[in-house]
């Protein structure tokens, strides 16, 4: 089962001292990543499912899937995310 992270109210915005408390859990991934303490990293990518055992590898599938917490993979984001942002910067929705 696949439980949703809930969207942070304004208050909880405006009274966070630092963009880190936000995405400590992923940014806290990264830490023990860059000191070689992050094992048996697993994530699939939010749109082909494929496994990514690399957190190197992993992409932010915005516009596409606006959860902080999904990933997605390097073919989805050159095929799927990238397109969809130029359609963004096209359109002027940013």
Known sequence: MITLKTTLGVETLRN????????????????????????????????CKVEMTNIYKTHNPYPLNKNEDATCCKDCCDTLVGPARMMMILKKEI
């Open 16 to 47: 966070a001292p630092t963009v880190s408390e936000l995405k400590l859990s992923r940014i806290e991934q990264f830490k023990l990543a860059n000191e070689g303490k992050l094992e048996n990293y697993r994530e699939r990518c939010c749109f």
